[in-house]
């Protein structure tokens, strides 16, 4: 994504959001492509990468932009059904601010460019969301400009047979965007719980 010009990464958000919204309470302890982690684990998840990346574009660097310190999985706060949609949306406003996207900042405990840092948050929002809909049953169309954005960076972040978050998943390029994305990303498109 470097040298890309700005996404609104609102329209991935509220994708999530709306899925999360969805999610009984009977699913939170099902499985998820993520392997160790139930549904209320990467649900967790993703409301804290909500807030770091947020603080990323803000650079308004601190604890939440260092990365988890702690040996367990994420915790999901007894608010999260109005927690994680008020931290999706926090994420998208501080993305659609110009000064996110330059100079440098610091998520998961990494420096990085602005542009790079906002290419993670939409591979975050892109990945996990498809994680959270095939964990739960339903279903899934990314946002397509945080789509590509994820893609790049995935493609752009592979060596040889491992990207950023372990070992490839071989897709064909004939396959859908989302399926290489998902590849990508060490994850099996066709995971089922």
Do not use: N
């Not at 684990?41 to 988890?68: C, I, P, Q, Y």
């Not at 990494?110 to 840092?117: M, S, T």
Request: glycine share 12%; charged share 20%; aromatic share 6%.
């Amino acid at each position: 994504m470097t040298g890309s010009t700005m996404i609104d990464l609102g329209p991935q958000a509220r994708i999530v959001a709306r899925l999360a919204e969805r999610v009984t309470d009977e699913q939170l302890t099902g499985a998820t492509p993520c392997p160790e982690y139930a549904v209320r684990h990467l649900l967790g998840h993703v409301a804290g990468l909500s807030v770091a990346f947020r603080d990323a574009a803000r650079k308004d660097l601190g604890a939440s932009t260092e990365g988890s310190r702690s040996a367990g999985l994420p915790g999901l706060d007894p608010g999260w059904r109005r927690e994680l949609p008020e931290a999706l949306d926090a994420l998208a406003r501080a993305w659609r601010e110009p000064s996110a996207w330059g100079g440098m900042t610091r998520a998961g405990g990494i420096d990085l460019p602005g542009e790079v840092a906002a290419a993670v948050a939409a591979d975050e929002l892109v990945v996990h969301g498809w994680d959270l809909a095939r964990a739960t049953g339903q279903e899934y169309t990314p946002d397509p400009a945080a789509l590509e954005a994820a893609y790049g960076f995935l493609r752009a972040a592979a060596q040889a047979d491992r990207g950023p978050f372990g070992p490839l998943v071989a897709v064909p390029e004939s396959a859908p965007l989302l399926a290489r994305t998902v590849g990508l990303s060490g994850r099996d498109p066709g995971w089922k719980p």
